[in-house]
C-alpha cells in the first residue's frame, strides 16, 4: 500500500531540500516567500522563469527576442568532436593520476642526467595506455553520436507557421514555442504543454515505460481553461503566453501558469506537461506547445552517466599501492645513498664518465634514475588490469543461466561494473519485504466486512492449489497472459520504433537493457499486476449469499428470516464492494479496446422503485441519519428511514450521475459548478429510463447477474452501446486493470469476483456494475492519490444510488482505525459501530499474524453543505502554484476524518520461490539479514518466520515505545537481556566444551523488530550507540513500519559506524535510497517499475538469486581479483627486485642486465595477459559446493585473501624469489666473462619461467585457456628476444642484444642456471601449499563432519521445543506456505 | 608435480525451458547459452597441492638433481684453472713500480715479467684471460657511452658520434673514434707467455688472437667504414681516443681484418661485462697435438707491457689460464647448488611422506567434491 502513487514522494525524498520548495513567484500576487531559496538549485539560472509564447503568432519578436537563450531540441551526448577529439581525449585522460605518472616517467627520462633508458622507451607504457583508452573512448563516443543522430533524426508533426500546416520536421529541428502534433504510440520528442487531445475529455494517456520503467498509463490533462476548446486545436489561434519553471530534473513537478491575450491566468500542473520520450497511447491526436527542448528536457537533465562505486578492495588495494610507492622509496633511496658511498671511495676511475659530479649530487641524481628503472614497482598497470578483469567476470555474471529468469525472460543486469568483488564481502544484508521476499502479486485472501469475518476457505485451498502447480503453470500462465490480451499486443507492437527513440534516458544502459526495451512483446507482463491467480478469486460462500440477497426480489424489508443479513450490514457489503472497485486508480482495458475504454455512464438497469427505496435505505450517515435512530428503527422500518431522508430534503440531493451527453458535454467544466446540477433536469430522464427498464425486471430473479447485465441493453440511453455489446460479453473475462500497485489489482479482482466489477473509469466517472443492479455510472469528483505520509488514498464520488457525496478511503489499518471515529450520538449505534471496530480489531490482528497485507475500507457521507466548504477550499489548494503540495495534502487530510469503518481485507504476498532456502543459507554464511519493511510488525514478524529468518528458538525481542527516553530504557534493558542470553550461552558452552565440542549453531540468538517510531528515538545521535551495540549482538533485525528514510538511515548507520560491508535489495521507489545508500545495491525487477533497478548496482529477478550471486559470483569475483592483485604485486615485486639486486654490482648507478625493450615489455606484453586470465576464470572452489556449504562464504571472508599480512607474505615470497632469480645465475658466473646482456638473459628467462609457473600454482584451475596464454606468453617472450638478437644490430643503442640470447640459449648452462633457479625459487611456494591444503583440507573435513552432527542435534532439539512450545504458542503461519509449519522446518543438512 | 583430478563436466544435453517457448520467442531469447564457456564449467585441471600429490614430485626433483650436480661439480673440478695478479700493490711484485709511476702520457712502455708454475698440465685448448675487478664495466653512464652506429661503419656517425659518448665524444675538434668511455678505456696491457724448459730456456707459447670475439660481433655487429681495406684514409679526419696510445687502424697492423673496428681485443673489451669483477678472453692457446698437453706443468713466465692502471680505483688485474668444458669455466656453485636442491628436495619428500600418512589417508574417503 505504502508505494501506491510512489513516484511523488520517492521524487521528493530522491530531491528533498533541493526542489521541494517554490521559488516561484505566484501569479496572483502571494507573498513569494521563497526567495532565499533561489540559488539552492544547481538548475536555475538566476532564479529567472522561463517564458514561452508561440513561435507563429503575435508574440513572435518577444517569442524571437526570449527564446534565444533557449536550447534547440537537437541533443549531443558524445563527449568529443572529430576535431578535438584528440587534445580533448587526453586532457580528459590526464586527469588519472596514473597516467600523470606515467607522463612524469616519460618526461623523468628526457632530464640527461637521470636518462636510465632511451626517450623513446618510457613513452611505449604511456603510450600504449593512452592508445587503449583512447579507442575505447572513441567506440563508446561513436556509439553515442550515431544514437544522437537516430534520435535527432526521428522526424515529428511541427507546425509550419507559413503553411499554416503540421509538416515533419526532425526533432533536433523543434524549438521552445512549436507545436507538435502527435498520434498515437508515438514518442514525445520535448517537453510539451498539453493543449489538445482528440480525447473528448481532453485526456490523453502517457506510458513513462522510457523514463522510469512502467508500464502503466498515466494520465495527462489538457491545460484548463482554453478559450478556443473547438473541435480541432488551430496553433494560429493560440496567443496566450506561458510561464513556468527553468528547466530543473524533477520529473513529477512542474508549475508555471499560462497567461491568455485577455490576461486571465491558468495555474499549469504537472498534469498538464507531456514528458520527452514518454509515448502517446490511447489517444488518436494531441497537440501540444513546446515548453523545454533537448537537454533542457526533463528527462535528458535526468539522464545522469553510470554509477562510480569504488570497492573495498580497490580502497585497500590503494593502501598497498601506497606501501609499494614506500618500497620504491627506500629502494630508490638506498640506491642513491649507495651510489654517493660508492662514489665517494672512488679514485679518479677510469670508467665513470663524468666524475666530477659530486657524490651527494650524484645520488641525487640517481634517485630519479632509479625511480624510472624501478617504475614497474607501482602497479599502474594492475588499475587498467582490475578494469578489464571486472568486465571479464561480469560478462559472466551476466551469462550465469542460474540468475536468469525463464518467465521473464530476463538476465542479472550489471550496472556497476567494478564493484563484482565486494559481491564476496558482504556482511549486512538490507532487504526489502515487499516484493523482494514476497512476489508482490497480491491475492486477495480474506476480509472482514461490519465485523464479520469472512474466511474464504476455498479461496484458500485455491492458493495451495496454485503453489503446487506453481512450478508447472509457469511456462503456460506466460502463454495464458499473452493470449488474454492479444489484441493490446498488437496494439503495442504498432509502436513502431518508440523504443529506438526514445532510449535516450538510457543511453548509460547496456545494450541488452536496450534489448529489453526494444523488444517490448516479448515481455508476457502487458497487464501489470493481473496474472491468472490474482484474477481468479473464489468468493466466499456466505459473503456471496448476503450479496445475493440484493439480487433477490425478496429483500429484507422485514427482518423475519434468520439467515437473511441485515439491511444494514448489506449496506456495509454494498458499499464495501464499491469502494473496492472504484477506490483505486485502475485504469481498465479490454481487448477490444485497447486502453481505450471511454466509459458511456449508462442508466442503471434495474431501477425498480423498490431497489431505489432499498439503496435510499442502505444508505446511512453516522452524522445525521444514524445518529437519531434507534437500531430497532433501522432494521425494523426501513421504511420510515427512507421517508425521513426524503422529508428531510436530502432528495435534493438525489441524483444519478449524468447521463451520456452530459458528461461528455462537461468536459472540462469546473467541478464545482457540477454540484449545482440539479437533479430536477436529471429526474425525468432517469425515470423514463426506469421505466423503460421496469419489463426487465424479472429476469433481476436470476442469481447470475452477470449474464443479466449482458442481456439488458434495450434501453434507449445505452443504444450507443449496443455495437458493443457482443465484443463486451464476449471478453467480459478479458478486462484488463493496470493499476499502480498490486494491491490495487488484487481489490479490484476480489470485487469482481463478487460481481461489483469495473469497468471504465475516465476523468468523470467510474462506470461499475453491481450484482443485481448492473452497470452503473458514479460521478468521481475527486481523488485523493496515496501518498505515503496520509498512507491513505479517497475517492469523493457522488453514490450512484443514494445520491449523496460520498468518501471512500483505503489505507492502511493504523491510520484508518485512528481516523474512523465513534460517530456521535445514540448509544445503541455507537455499540454497534464499536462491536465492529473491535471486532474488525481482532481480525486486523490475525490478518497480520497470517502475513497478511492488511487495508480498511472506511467511508464517509458528506453533508451537501460540508462538500461545498470542502471544495472551495480544495480548489483553491489545486490551483495555488505555491506549495500546492502542502495545501493539497491538507485539504484532504481535513477531508478524511470522521471515516465509517466498512471492514478491511486481507491479501496475500506470497513468498518468493526458495526464498527461506537463501535466506538460510545467506545467514550461514555468516551474513546478518535485516528486513526493513513498511508493513505491520505482525506482518512483518511472520513473514520472517515463514522465511526461516525467524527460528523457532530464537528470542524475539520488539521495541515499541513512544518516547525517547523509553526507547533508551528499553534499549538498556534490551542489551541486558542480550548480555544474559549471551552469558548463559558462554557458560552452557562452557560446561559443554568438558562433554562435546559446542556447536555454533546451538547458540539462542536474539532477533529485534522494532518499530517505524522507535526506530526514529533509536538512530538519534544519542541512543545511536546503544542500538548499534544491540543489533550487533542479533541475529537479524526486523524493521517495521519504517519510512524510505529510515531505511537509508539505518544502512548508512551500520555502514558507517561498524564499517562493513552493507547490501541492500529492494523492488520499489521506496527502496531506491537504501539501495544507493548500500555499499552494493541490488534492485529486484519485478512488478513495480524500474525505480530500484535504475538506481541499483545489480538487477535481477528473483530474490532467490542472491544466493548464486553472493555465494558464487561473490566469493569467485572476490577471490579471483584478490588473487589476482596479489599476484600482480608479487610479479612486480619480483621483477623489479632483480634490477635492484643487481645495483649492488653496479655502483648503484642504476644500469639494468636486461635490454630496456624488454625490461618494458616484460610487464606490459609478455606477462600481462596471464593474470587477466587468471582474475576472469579462475575458480577456487567448485559452484556447487559453495552453494552447499554457504559457510566457504564467511570462511573466504574470515581467512582473508587480501589482508596486509598476505601482502606482506606476498611481498617477502616475491623477495626470496627474486633473490634466487638474481643470485643462482649470479654465483653461476660471477668472476666469469659474462657480459651485461648474458648475465641477464637467464635471469630474465627465469624469471619469466618463475612468474608463469608461480601462477600455475596460484591457480586453482586450469583450463586450455589458462595454459594457451600461458604457453603462448612464454613462446611470445622467447620469440621475442630471440628475434630481437638475431635483429638488432645497432638498435636500441645502450645496450648490445645482437647475438647475445642465441649464443645463450645454445649453451647447455642456460638451461642449467634456469632449472635450479626456477626450481629453487617455486620450492617454498609448493611446500607452503601442499602443507596448507594439506592440514586445511582436515581442518574443512573435521568442519563438515561437526556440521552432521551439528545438524542432527538441532533436530533434536526442534523436536523437543515443538512439544514443549505448542501448547503456549502456535507460530501463525502463512496459509500459502504450508511448508513452512515449524515442526517439519527442514534441517540444515 | 601436481594433483590434477579432470574435472571434466559435459553438458546438460537439455535446453530446458528454451523450446517450450515456440520457435520465434526461443530465437529472441535473452536466455544464457548454456555452454561450458559461459556457464564457467569448462574441463579445468585442479592442481590441488597437497603432501600426497608433491611428494613424489619431490623425490623426482632429488633423484634427478643429485645426479646432475655431482656431474656438474666434477666437471667443474676438472677444468683446470690458473690464475696469477699481477697489478704490483705489494712492493715484492714485479710489476710494482710500473704500477706506480703510471701516467697515461709516458711513451715508453713499462714491462715486468711474473714467473709462476704450473702444478698440473693444461689439457686440451687453453683460454687466456685477463681479469679485472674493481672495475664497474656495468655502470649505467659507461655502458652507454659507444656509439653502436659508429662502431658498425656508419660514415655519418664516425664523423658525428652519438651524444651518448660525451665527455668522449670531440676531441680536439675532431670526432673520437671509436668514441665513447667504453673504448676510451680499452684494456690495453700486452701479455706474453713463455715457458721455461727444464734447461731454462725460453719458450713463446703461440697465443692466438683471432676467435676470441663472437662471431656476431665480428661480422655483423662491428664493421670498418669504408669499403677500403685501408684503414687509414678511412678515418681520415678522427681523433683517437684520449687515452689510447694508437689510433685505432693501427690496433693490429699485421692483420688487416683485426685491425680498426674489427679488432678482436676492442671487440672483446666492448662487450660490457656484467659485474665488478670479471675476467675477458685474451689469447686462445691451441692444442697441438693429442699427445702432448697444451701447457706442460713446470715453469712459466708472464711478460706484462703494464699500461693500464688499476691502482687509482683499487682494481687488480689478473692473468687467467683455463680450460674450459662443455658447461663453461671452472665454477663449483652449480655443482653444489644441485646437489643442495636435490637433497634438500629428497628430505622434504620424506618430511611429506610422513606428513602424508598422518594427515592425507583419512581425507580420501570425503573428498570435497568437485
Redesign the interface.
Known amino acids: 500500500m505504502e508505494r501506491l502513487h510512489w513516484v511523488q514522494h520517492r521524487c521528493r525524498s530522491l530531491l528533498a531540500g533541493d526542489s521541494g520548495r517554490g521559488w516561484y513567484s505566484a501569479p496572483d500576487g502571494l507573498p513569494s516567500k521563497s526567495s532565499p531559496d533561489a540559488h539552492c538549485s544547481p538548475h536555475r539560472v538566476s532564479g529567472k522563469r522561463r517564458t514561452v509564447s508561440a513561435q507563429h503568432g503575435p508574440h513572435q519578436h518577444e517569442h524571437e527576442a526570449v527564446s534565444k537563450s533557449y536550447k534547440g531540441n537537437a541533443i549531443r551526448t558524445t563527449k568529443y568532436r572529430l576535431l578535438t577529439f584528440i587534445p580533448m581525449n587526453l586532457f580528459e585522460q590526464f586527469h588519472r593520476a596514473a597516467n600523470l605518472y606515467f607522463l612524469f616517467l616519460a618526461l623523468l627520462n628526457w632530464v640527461p642526467v637521470v636518462e636510465a633508458f632511451q626517450k623513446e622507451i618510457t613513452m611505449i607504457p604511456l603510450l600504449v595506455v593512452l592508445t587503449v583508452i583512447a579507442i575505447k573512448d572513441a567506440l563508446e563516443d561513436y556509439r553515442r553520436y550515431l544514437f544522437d543522430k537516430k534520435v535527432n533524426n526521428n522526424v515529428a508533426r511541427v507546425f509550419c507557421g507559413k503553411q499554416k500546416a503540421y509538416i515533419d520536421q526532425c526533432w533536433k529541428d523543434v524549438r521552445v514555442g512549436d507545436f507538435v502534433r502527435l498520434s498515437c504510440n508515438e514518442i514525445i520528442p520535448a517537453d510539451m504543454l498539453l493543449l489538445y487531445s482528440s480525447d473528448p475529455r481532453g485526456v490523453c494517456y502517457i506510458e513513462t515505460a522510457n523514463l522510469d520503467g512502467e508500464t502503466n498509463l498515466k494520465q495527462r490533462q489538457v491545460v484548463p481553461d482554453l478559450p478556443l476548446q473547438g473541435a480541432e486545436f488551430t496553433p494560429e489561434t493560440f496567443h496566450s503566453r506561458i510561464e513556468c519553471e527553468n528547466p530543473n530534473n524533477d520529473l513529477s513537478r512542474f508549475r508555471g501558469y499560462m497567461e491568455h491575450s485577455s490576461g486571465v491566468r491558468v495555474g499549469l500542473h504537472n498534469s498538464n506537461l507531456l514528458l520527452r520520450s514518454c509515448t502517446i497511447r490511447n489517444t488518436e491526436t494531441v497537440v501540444g506547445i513546446v515548453v523545454y527542448a533537448g537537454h533542457e528536457t526533463k528527462a535528458m537533465m535526468n539522464n545522469s552517466g553510470p554509477r562510480y562505486k569504488r570497492s573495498q578492495l580497490e580502497k585497500r588495494l590503494n593502501t598497498d599501492v601506497l606501501w609499494c610507492v614506500v618500497l620504491l622509496i627506500v629502494m630508490c633511496l638506498i640506491s642513491a645513498v649507495g651510489h654517493g658511498l660508492w662514489l665517494k671511495n672512488l679514485k679518479d676511475p677510469i670508467f665513470v664518465v663524468d666524475g666530477e659530479t659530486a657524490p651527494a649530487l650524484a645520488g641525487f641524481y640517481v634517485f630519479w634514475t632509479m625511480i624510472i628503472v624501478l617504475q614497474v614497482l607501482i602497479p599502474i598497470s594492475l588499475y587498467v588490469s582490475i578494469e578489464i578483469v571486472k568486465l571479464g567476470q561480469i560478462y559472466f555474471i551476466h551469462n550465469d543461466l542460474a540468475l536468469y529468469n525463464e518467465q521473464l525472460d530476463s538476465r542479472i543486469q550489471c550496472r556497476a561494473l567494478n564493484i563484482t568483488e565486494d559481491l564476496g564481502q558482504i556482511q549486512y544484508l538490507f532487504s526489502d519485504k515487499t516484493g523482494t521476499l514476497t512476489e508482490n502479486k497480491m491475492v486477495f485472501r480474506r476480509c472482514s466486512i461490519y465485523g464479520v469475518e469472512y474466511p474464504h476457505e476455498e479461496n484458500a485451498r485455491r492458493l495451495e492449489v496454485y503453489e503446487a502447480e506453481k512450478d508447472k503453470a509457469a511456462g503456460r500462465s506466460v502463454t495464458l497472459k499473452s493470449g488474454c490480451s492479444g489484441k493490446s499486443l498488437s496494439c503495442r507492437s504498432l509502436s513502431c520504433n518508440r523504443s529506438s527513440v526514445s532510449l535516450h534516458t538510457l543511453t548509460a544502459e547496456s545494450e541488452d537493457e536496450e534489448d529489453q526495451l526494444s523488444n517490448p512483446s516479448n515481455q508476457p507482463r502487458t497487464s501489470a499486476f493481473s496474472s491468472r491467480m490474482a484474477k481468479e478469486v473464489v468468493p466466499d460462500p456466505e459473503l456471496l449469499r448476503k450479496l445475493n440477497w440484493l439480487c433477490s426480489p425478496m429483500l429484507p424489508l422485514n427482518e423475519g428470516s434468520s439467515g437473511s443479513p441485515s439491511s444494514r450490514e448489506l449496506t456495509y457489503i454494498t458499499d464495501f464492494f464499491l469502494a473496492l472497485a472504484i477506490c483505486n486508480s485502475v485504469v481498465v482495458s479490454s481487448p477490444s479496446q485497447p486502453r481505450h475504454v471511454v466509459p458511456e455512464a449508462r442508466t442503471p438497469l434495474k431501477s425498480l422503485e423498490e431497489i431505489k427505496l432499498m439503496f435510499q435505505r442502505f444508505s446511512f450517515s453516522p452524522f445525521s441519519a444514524l445518529s437519531t435512530l434507534s437500531p430497532p428503527q433501522i432494521k425494523g422500518s426501513p421504511r420510515s428511514f427512507t421517508s425521513r431522508l426524503f422529508t428531510r430534503g436530502k432528495a435534493g440531493s438525489f441524483t444519478f450521475s449524468p447521463s451520456p451527453s452530459s458528461t461528455t458535454a462537461d468536459t472540462g467544466s469546473d467541478p464545482g459548478q457540477e454540484s449545482s446540477l440539479e437533479t430536477s433536469t436529471l429526474r425525468p430522464k432517469l425515470d423514463s429510463s426506469a421505466g423503460g427498464e421496469g419489463g426487465n425486471a424479472g429476469q433481476m430473479e436470476d442469481a447470475d447477474a452477470e449474464d443479466d447485465s449482458k442481456d439488458i441493453q434495450t434501453n434507449p440511453d445505452g443504444s450507443r452501446q449496443d455495437v458493443d455489446v457482443d465484443s463486451e460479453s464476449d471478453c467480459d473475462d478479458d478486462l484488463l486493470y493496470e493499476a499502480e500497485s498490486p494491491d490495487e489489482a488484487a481489490l479490484v479482482h476480489a470485487a469482481r469476483a463478487y460481481r461489483c466489477t469495473l469497468r471504465g473509469r475516465s476523468a468523470e466517472g467510474l462506470l461499475v456494475d453491481l450484482p443485481g443492479i448492473g452497470s452503473l455510472a458514479v460521478q468521481l469528483l475527486h481523488i485523493l492519490p496515496f501518498d505515503s505520509n496520509r498512507k491513505r488514498m479517497s475517492v469523493v464520488v457522488r453514490h450512484p444510488l443514494t445520491g449523496q457525496v460520498v468518501v471512500y478511503t483505503k489505507g492502511a489499518d493504523s491510520v484508518i482505525m485512528d481516523l474512523a471515529e465513534t460517530p456521535k450520538g445514540a448509544e445503541q449505534a455507537q455499540d454497534i459501530y464499536n462491536h465492529i471496530r473491535e471486532q474488525t480489531q481482532k481480525h486486523l490482528d490475525s490478518y497480520a499474524r497470517e502475513g497478511l497485507r492488511t487495508l480498511c475500507i472506511a467511508k464517509k457521507v458528506l453533508e451537501e453543505e460540508e462538500y461545498e466548504v470542502w471544495l472551495k477550499r480544495q480548489l483553491v489548494a489545486e490551483s495555488s502554484i505555491e506549495n500546492r503540495e502542502e495545501l493539497l495534502l491538507e485539504s484532504a487530510q481535513r477531508l478524511e476524518t470522521n471515516l465509517t469503518l466498512l471492514g478491511t481485507t486481507g491479501i496475500v504476498d506470497r513468498l518468493q520461490e526458495e526464498v527461506p532456502e537463501t535466506i538460510e543459507a545467506l545467514q550461514r554464511a555468516g551474513i546478518k539479514v535485516w528486513v526493513l519493511t513498511g508493513d505491520k510488525q505482525e506482518t512483518a514478524i511472520n513473514i520472517a518466520y515463514a522465511c526461516k529468518l525467524l527460528r523457532p528458538n530464537d528470542q524475539l525481542l520488539t521495541a515499541n515505545c513512544g518516547s525517547k527516553d523509553a526507547c533508551a530504557a528499553l534499549l538498556e534493558e534490551l542489551k541486558l537481556e542480550v548480555q544474559r542470553g549471551a552469558d548463559s550461552v558462554t557458560e552452557l558452552a562452557a560446561a559443554e566444551t568438558h562433554g562435546e565440542s559446542s556447536p555454533a549453531g546451538s547458540v539462542e540468538s536474539f532477533v529485534l523488530v522494532i518499530d517505524g517510531q522507535t526506530l526514529d528515538w533509536a538512530l538519534q545521535e544519542e541512543l545511536k550507540s546503544d542500538f548499534l551495540d544491540l543489533s550487533r549482538r542479533c541475529k537479524a533485525v526486523i524493521c517495521c513500519r519504517s519510512t524510505p528514510l529510515q531505511k537509508s538511515q539505518v544502512v548508512r548507520l551500520i555502514r558507517d559506524q561498524l564499517g562493513v560491508m552493507t547490501l541492500a535489495v529492494g523492488d520499489g521507489a521506496n527502496d531506491v535510497s537504501m539501495i544507493q545508500m548500500a555499499d552494493v545495491g541490488i534492485g529486484i525487477s519485478g512488478q513495480e517499475g524500474m525505480q530500484a533497478v535504475m538506481s541499483s548496482d545489480f538487477a535481477i529477478s528473483r530474490f532467490k538469486h542472491l544466493s548464486k550471486l553472493l555465494l558464487v559470483h561473490g566469493h569467485w569475483c572476490y577471490s579471483r581479483l584478490a588473487n589476482m592483485v596479489l599476484y600482480f604485486i608479487y610479479k612486480n615485486v619480483m621483477y623489479v627486485n632483480l634490477l635492484f639486486w643487481y645495483q649492488f654490482f653496479c655502483g648503484f648507478s642504476g644500469s639494468v642486465m636486461t635490454n630496456s625493450w624488454v625490461l618494458i615489455f616484460f610487464n606490459l606484453l609478455f606477462t600481462s595477459v596471464p593474470p587477466l586470465i587468471y582474475g576472469v576464470l579462475d575458480r577456487d572452489t567448485p559452484a556447487h559446493t559453495l552453494m552447499e556449504f554457504p559457510e566457504l562464504y564467511q570462511a573466504a571472508q574470515t581467512s582473508k585473501v587480501y589482508v596486509p599480512y598476505m601482502f606482506w607474505i606476498t611481498v617477502l615470497d616475491a623477495f626470496y624469489q627474486s633473490l634466487v632469480c638474481f643470485f643462482v645465475p649470479y654465483f653461476a658466473l660471477a668472476g666469469s666473462d659474462v657480459g651485461v646482456l648474458s648475465f641477464g638473459s637467464p635471469i630474465n628467462a627465469s624469471a619469466l619461467l618463475i612468474i608463469l609457473l608461480h601462477q600455475v600454482l596460484e591457480s586453482h584451475t586450469l583450463t586450455w585457456i589458462h595454459i594457451l596464454v600461458l604457453v603462448l606468453s612464454g613462446a611470445f617472450y622467447f620469440g621475442f628476444v630471440l628475434v630481437f638478437s638475431v635483429l638488432c644490430v645497432s638498435c636500441s643503442p645502450p645496450t648490445n642484444p645482437l647475438g647475445v640470447e642465441t649464443l645463450q640459449m645454445s649453451q647447455p648452462l642456460f638451461y642449467i642456471i634456469c632449472t635450479v633457479t626456477v626450481v629453487t625459487a617455486l620450492l617454498p611456494r609448493v611446500l607452503f601449499r601442499a602443507l596448507h591444503s594439506t592440514l586445511r583440507r582436515s581442518a574443512a573435513l573435521r568442519l563438515a563432519q561437526m556440521d552432521k552432527a551439528d545438524a542432527e542435534q538441532y533436530h533434536k532439539r526442534m523436536q523437543r521445543w515443538n512439544l514443549s512450545h505448542s501448547r503456549v504458542h502456535r507460530v501463525p503461519v502463512c496459509a500459502d506456505n504450508p511448508s513452512l509449519e515449524p515442526s517439519s522446518a527442514s534441517v540444515v543438512s | 608435480m ?1 594433483a590434477s583430478s579432470y ?1 571434466a563436466k559435459e553438458e546438460d544435453g537439455h535446453h530446458s ?1 528454451a523450446s ?2 515456440g520457435g520465434a ?1 526461443a530465437a ?7 555452454t561450458a564457456f ?3 564449467r ?13 611428494l613424489p ?1 619431490f623425490f623426482v ?1 632429488g633423484l634427478i ?1 643429485i645426479p ?1 650436480g655431482i656431474g ?1 661439480y666434477v666437471t667443474s673440478n676438472n677444468i683446470k684453472e690458473f690464475e696469477i695478479d699481477y697489478t704490483g700493490v705489494d712492493n715484492h711484485s714485479p710489476c710494482y713500480s710500473c704500477a706506480n709511476n703510471f701516467s697515461w702520457n709516458s711513451t715508453t712502455p713499462c714491462l715486468c715479467s711474473v714467473n709462476f708454475t704450473l702444478e698440473q698440465p693444461f689439457e686440451n685448448n687453453v683460454f687466456m ?1 685477463y ?1 679485472l675487478s674493481n ?15 659508429q ?2 661503419g ?1 660514415q655519418s656517425a664516425l664523423k658525428n658520434p ?1 651524444k ?1 659518448c ?3 665524444r670531440i676531441s680536439d675538434g675532431q670526432p673520437i673514434a671509436p668514441c665513447g ?1 667504453i673504448a ?2 680499452l684494456f690495453n696491457d700486452t701479455l706474453e707467455l713463455y715457458h721455461i724448459d727444464s734447461n731454462g730456456t725460453r719458450n713463446a707459447i703461440p697465443l692466438v688472437k683471432k676467435g676470441i670475439a ?4 665480428k661480422h ?2 662491428f664493421r670498418n667504414p669504408g669499403a677500403n681495406a685501408n684503414l687509414t684514409p678511412a678515418f681520415q679526419g678522427t681523433a683517437k681516443p684520449v ?1 689510447w696510445r694508437k689510433p685505432v687502424y693501427e690496433l693490429d697492423p699485421s692483420e688487416p681484418d683485426n685491425n680498426g673496428f674489427i679488432n678482436e681485443d676492442f671487440i672483446v673489451w ?12 685474451y689469447r686462445i692457446i691451441q692444442k697441438k697435438s693429442s699427445t702432448t698437453a697444451t701447457l706442460p706443468s713446470g715453469k712459466y713466465v708472464l711478460e706484462i707491457t703494464y699500461n693500464y ?1 688499476v691502482l ?3 682494481g687488480s688485474k689478473r692473468m687467467i689460464l683455463s680450460t674450459i668444458s ?4 671452472k ?1 663449483p ?2 655443482g653444489i ?2 646437489i643442495t ?1 636435490g637433497s ?2 629428497f628430505c ?1 619428500g620424506v618430511v ?1 611422506l610422513i ?2 600418512h598422518k ?2 589417508n ?2 580420501n574417503s ?1 573428498d ?3
Open positions: 601436481m574435472n525451458g517450450s517457448h520467442v529472441k531469447s535473452k536466455k544464457p547459452d548454456n559461459k556457464q564457467q569448462l574441463p579445468a585441471w585442479q592442481p590441488i597441492l597437497t603432501a600426497g600429490t608433491v614430485a626433483i638433481f646432475i656438474l684471460y681479469g672495475f664497474y664495466q656495468n655502470h649505467r653512464r659507461y655502458v652507454k657511452s659507444r656509439d653502436d652506429s662502431l658498425n656508419d652519438s651518448e660525451e665527455p668522449y668511455a676510451n678505456s663472437w662471431w656476431t660481433d655483423v655487429k687515452n666492448m662487450r660490457t661485462a656484467a659485474l665488478p669483477t670479471f675476467r675477458k678472453l692502471p687509482s680505483f683499487n662443455w658447461m663453461g669455466g665454477n656453485f652449480l647448488a644441485y636442491v634438500i628436495c622434504l611429506l606428513i602424508h594427515y592425507d583419512r581425507n570425503a570435497i567434491p568437485n
